[in-house]
């Protein structure tokens, strides 16, 4: 399978790449709006033509890449279902299987960072990979202090999802801040500050709780945006522009 892992710097965003080898259907997980026109020229460039974009959730932080991707390109997407946007083509659930060509996504509901976050499970053949989105992120997770977060969820999520996947799956995350690119759910069960070494649930929750993390930058506009499937908005203050601190992770 052709596989690669894109960043978006101002955001930290990763967006993923995914083409089945034998039918060259692609897919994006998670494209970001201001890499819209470089994603696409990399897909052109490998002589392939985009048919997806495939969201984790309704990003607080950044614009997700979706509309313009199908404007420009034609694309389908794909957002959880539960989100009910009017500007969503394909609906994700947990108990349907998502095909890329010859290639199958697993949507696995993992709410607690939103209500409506679903993570996405794919086997290469040689290995598993799960492209965990905001719900674990690198010795890290996804906050749930805004946008329907809920610790308690997003304890049981991780713990029943992906924590029960085998240890070398390899963990994609949506965003790191400090330049790391992958993990497995061994590493993750292992030196996780919030999660490893068995943390309990309410260990976890206190954690969560005492984070005392800024209001996020962008939500009043990237929320609403997102539920437009990446809509932007029409006047937008330059503080916006500035490259996003872990601490406006959304
Ligand atoms: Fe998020």
Do not use: W
């Amino acid at each position: 399978m052709l596989f690669q892992q894109l960043l978006e710097p101002e955001s930290s965003t990763y967006t993923y790449l995914i083409s089945c080898p034998d039918t060259g259907i692609t897919a994006l997980i998670d494209p970001v709006l201001e890499t819209v026109d470089r994603d696409l020229s990399l897909i052109q460039q490998l002589g392939l033509k985009l048919n997806y974009t495939i969201d984790t959730h309704v990003h607080a932080d950044h614009l997700t890449g979706a509309l313009r991707l199908r404007e420009l390109s034609g694309s389908r997407i794909a957002y959880p279902a539960m989100v009910e946007a009017v500007c969503v083509d394909i609906g994700l659930q947990e108990a349907e299987a998502f095909r890329i060509g010859n290639l199958t996504l697993q949507p696995l509901f993992t709410p607690g960072h939103t209500d409506h976050h679903h993570a996405y499970l794919l086997d290469n053949g040689t290995q598993k990979m799960l492209f965990s989105g905001d719900a674990l992120l690198i010795d890290a997770c996804g906050r749930t202090d805004f946008q329907s977060g809920d610790a308690r969820s997003l304890y049981r999520s991780i713990h029943e999802k992906f924590f029960t996947l085998p240890d070398e799956t390899l963990v994609y995350p949506c965003h790191d801040y400090e330049g790391r690119f992958v993990s497995t759910i061994a590493q993750e069960k292992t030196r996780n500050p919030r999660l490893g070494q068995n943390k309990s649930l309410e260990e976890f929750v206190a954690i969560m709780e005492n984070m005392d993390l800024p209001y996020p930058r962008n939500i009043d506009f990237a929320v609403p945006g997102n539920e437009g499937c990446g809509v932007y908005p029409e006047t937008i203050s330059e503080e916006f522009h500035k490259p996003l601190s872990k601490h406006d992770q959304g």
